[in-house]
């Protein structure tokens, strides 16, 4: 009773507009007085904006039901061999009957094939939808990843041609900002009547006339009927072992309105706070740890989060925007999140030095507890000349997790709670001035707490910790407290083809932390570890900068440089160590980057930058830190400084019209550090000290993607490879190591349409995985992996819908045995057309494999790792679509 009552209210808000419906009825019949059947019946508002549609029925009659308080109504009538036909809505209680003259109409020859195509105006490509998706197809997500030049990650991650996308619109509006995953979920691929690729895509009215945005953002247009109501779903699922899934859906797409409020929980795997991943978040300049304490390095498995995950959860997802016009808008996203996890496994890891081996052996068995909610409330004003845009923002995230851990025999349990409070606004305010010059100011300020308490039993470590004698247990206490602001005006000076522009502005960030290490004696009397392994320490960060920005933009070439001047000042104290330091340093950071058009379709960037950067408080505090059972870090150095050169090209090509898209990409990074982690690897802790040692480091990275429609077999094929390399030092046992790192990676896959009937998927990826060291130990590891991934689903009676689908696996490492899995699944779904609902049964993982391995390389250290799995599980859902 109360989830009905919970379900009923959290619909409420989504239906309320709908029991206050209006109807306007009529008759449409030609001028000898017979009924015209099937004509299309549209009522509109005096801006041409559709509010209701209907057909006339067998004797020409028509109802159109509409709630939108408007005073200016027609009825507009069409249909094939008659002329078009409007009349004026004067009273609603008025029956309606319009009369249509016959017309003649010559209609060109057509030639049908049957082949998807794309459009092309301007910096926007249009993919029409029912070009691409099949009977079998739910959502726009599903019919995305068949889109040449269009990828979706397993994650929900969108791009194009090798590009996240920035944003993902609905009929222009940005309803989900940057957490766009649950809309490609849940909207029906139905409702949509065209995906549009905007290139150079600027969301800022005032600065389209000049664009110098080089963004990707997705547009759905929706089609009429789509705006027009509530649509949606409800799902509810039981299934064996023990297992429940539910999802409810609300949406409206109409011009003024829209919202995505969605409602879901389950235990079989799927985790719903996926749903509140950022893909491309804001960067305010906050640099703070996102935290000290975890409760071990368990690792993941290389496997779809589905195949691995024990849980309970549940999420409240609730985004609504309203337009008091088409300048003028306010939208509010808020979610809730609460999980259960339960995590099983063993570890066997081995770190390789001279002459010696680090051995770990561990079992751990953790119960997550872990609790989100964030609320955002944007005020949004976008007009030709003016721009103003709040964001009033709260974050709070609470995580409890309990494990009981055995490393190399010795058992202990541990309890880490973890709450972290963030409250923050932005504001941006731009003006286009008479001159067609702008003006910018912009000011984020934020609070943040972030409490973490560890406490082990039976104490550890007792050499190190309690003078070689047994004790209870360890308390570690850690807190964060950070205020911080980011503040500039911006004045940019626009003629012709050139832009200047001039920014001045500070921000401050100031922390405390605070620590303590506490040990409690079997008797029950607790105690400071030692006053070494306590922090009490006052932070304060500023920056005070100028930058000059200039641009060029030609239309098929366009040039950005960039000259940063910052004066950064940092002091730091902490009377308890005798500590009382500042550092002032004046940073020029220059950067360039340039595109140009080699084509209508194709382009060439290349990109470089210096950067100068000074570390944050996670590289001063002296005090120890026992950051999880078996580490301790702790720093001995300056603050760190890093300089680095990063230098990029790319090329873009695509032939829209023969749905053919290629990207390549090269990038190379070299960085200078002054300090470097020195680690003290035993067989039963690690120690970690950041120390005064300068380091270099060296990156190397190359991509390429294509993908391409092939129209006679009706397939989307994707073809990519990718190298990357890296070369550093690492300190371990006072043995200072040179590394390279190198990976390898290839993958292809098609998408087809064998028939009318039959739909068959398939995707492999290979990496080969390399880490050497150049000393005389000659350290050197080798990793290999083939993943491979394919799905068929048939359609049978026009109603049944099949899929089978496997996944394989298959691992080599040189010292270890050969890995390899083979996962199944099978799904057949049937459609009540009448009822709007889809009744169904799954069963995943029908080999019932409970137990998966995995091999992980870093460097001179290799691991393997055997994780519990949910083995085989069936489930029974049905689905109602309105």
Request: no cysteine.
């Amino acid at each position: 009773m109360r989830a009905l009552i919970i379900t009923l209210s959290f619909f409420l808000f989504g239906f309320a507009s709908a029991f206050a419906q209006k109807q306007i009825k009529g008759k449409v019949k030609d001028t000898k007085g017979a009924p015209v059947v099937s004509a299309n019946v549209n009522l509109k508002d005096k801006e041409g904006n559709i509010l209701s549609f209907t057909r006339t029925d067998d004797k020409g009659n028509f109802t159109l039901s509409f709630t939108e308080e408007n005073k200016d109504l027609t009825i507009e009538a069409t249909t094939i061999g008659y002329e078009k036909k409007i009349m004026v809505v004067t009273d609603l209680a008025k029956v309606y009957d319009l009369v249509m003259k016959d017309s003649e109409i010559n209609l060109k020859t057509v030639v049908v094939k049957n082949r998807p195509a794309l459009s092309v105006n301007g910096d926007t490509l249009s993919y029409k939808t029912s070009d691409f998706a099949d009977k079998q197809d739910r959502s726009i997500g599903d019919v995305l990843k068949k889109m040449p030049g269009i990828e979706v990650s397993e994650d929900g991650k969108v791009s194009y041609n090798g590009k996240g996308i920035s944003a993902l619109y609905i009929d222009g509006d940005n309803v989900l900002d940057d957490k766009y995953s649950i809309g490609t979920k849940s909207i029906p691929q139905g409702a949509v009547d065209k995906v549009q690729v905007i290139e150079k895509d600027q969301p800022i009215k005032m600065l389209r006339k000049n664009n110098m945005s080089d963004d990707v953002a997705l547009n759905l247009v929706m089609k009429d009927e789509a705006k027009l109501k509530v649509m949606g779903d409800i799902r509810a699922g039981l299934g064996t072992p023990d297992r429940f899934d539910g999802n409810a859906n609300a949406m409206m797409f109409k011009k003024k309105t829209k919202f995505i409020n969605n409602l879901k929980g389950n235990n079989v795997g799927i985790d719903p706070g996926i749903d509140l991943t950022s893909f491309n978040p804001f960067n305010s300049g906050n640099d703070k740890p996102s935290g000290f304490l975890s409760a071990g390095a368990a690792g993941v498995p290389t496997l779809p989060q589905k195949r691995t995950l024990f849980n309970k959860a549940g999420l409240a997802n609730l985004n609504n925007l309203y337009k008091f016009s088409e300048e003028l808008q306010v939208k509010a996203n808020v979610a809730y999140l609460y999980d259960q996890r339960d995590q099983q496994y063993s570890k066997f890891s081995e770190t390789y030095l001279s002459g010696q081996t680090i051995t770990y052996n561990e079992l751990q068995q953790n119960a997550i507890n872990p609790q989100k909610f964030q609320a955002k409330l944007n005020v949004l004003a976008n007009a030709d000349d003016h721009y103003f845009s709040n964001n009033l923002v709260t974050n709070y995230s609470l995580n409890n997790t309990a494990s009981s851990i055995v490393t190399n025999g010795i058992g202990a349990n541990q309890a880490l709670s973890q709450k972290n409070f963030e409250i923050s606004n932005e504001l941006s305010y731009r003006k286009k001035l008479k001159s067609e010059n702008t003006f910018n100011f912009f000011s984020f300020i934020s609070r943040t707490t972030q409490p973490e308490v560890l406490n082990i039993n039976p104490g550890l470590n007792e050499a190190i910790l309690n003078n070689n004698q047994p004790f209870a247990g360890l308390n570690q206490y850690v807190k964060l407290p950070t205020w911080y602001t980011n503040n500039y005006t911006a004045f940019a000076f626009v003629k012709n083809k050139f832009t200047q522009t001039y920014r001045v502005g500070f921000n401050v960030q100031h922390q405390e932390l605070g620590s303590e290490l506490y040990r409690v004696q079997n008797s029950g009397s607790t105690e400071l570890v030692s006053s070494q392994m306590t922090n009490n320490l006052a932070w304060l960060k500023s920056k005070f900068y100028t930058d000059a920005t200039y641009e060029y933009n030609s239309g098929n070439f366009k040039a950005s440089l960039g000259l940063p001047i910052s004066y950064n000042y940092i002091s730091y104290a902490d009377e308890t160590k005798g500590l009382d330091k500042n550092l002032n340093r004046i940073f020029v950071n220059p950067s360039l980057s340039l595109k140009y058009q080699t084509g209508i379709e194709n382009y060439v960037t290349a990109s470089y930058s210096f950067n100068n950067s000074l570390g944050g408080i996670d590289d001063v505090y002296l005090g120890t830190i026992l950051k999880n059972y078996r580490s301790l870090f702790a720093n001995d150095a300056p603050i760190t400084e890093s300089k680095s050169q990063s230098v990029g090209g790319a090329f873009n090509f695509r032939k829209a019209m023969q749905m053919f898209f290629f990207n390549l990409s090269a990038n190379y990074t070299t960085s200078t550090v002054n300090t470097i982690s020195s680690y003290n690897l035993s067989n039963n802790i690690q120690q970690r000290v950041v120390i005064s040692l300068p380091n270099d480091m060296k990156s190397l990275a190359f991509a390429a993607n294509a993908s391409k429609y092939l129209f006679n077999l009706r397939s989307t094929v994707n073809v990519g490879a990718s190298f990357n390399q890296a070369t550093f030092e690492q300190l371990q046992n006072n043995e200072l190591l040179p590394f390279t790192s190198q990976s390898l990676a290839y993958k292809a896959g098609i998408d087809s349409k064998i028939n009318n009937f039959i739909n068959w998927s398939y995707n492999a990826t290979y990496a080969i995985s390399t880490n050497k060291t150049t000393s005389a130990s000659a350290i050197k590891n080798n990793n290999q992996q083939l993943r491979q991934q394919s799905s068929i689903t048939a359609t049978a009676f026009k109603s049944v819908f099949m899929t089978l689908s496997a996944e394989h696996i298959f691992t080599h490492q040189t010292t270890q045995p050969d890995l390899k899995y083979l996962f199944a699944d099978f799904n057949v779904r049937y459609r009540v057309q009448k009822l709007k609902t889809d009744l169904e049964f799954g069963v995943t993982n029908l080999a019932n494999i409970k137990k998966f391995e995995a091999n992980y390389l870093s460097a001179n250290s290799f691991s393997s790792g055997t994780y519990y799995i949910p083995g085989r599980v069936a489930m029974m859902k049905a689905t109602f679509n309105f």
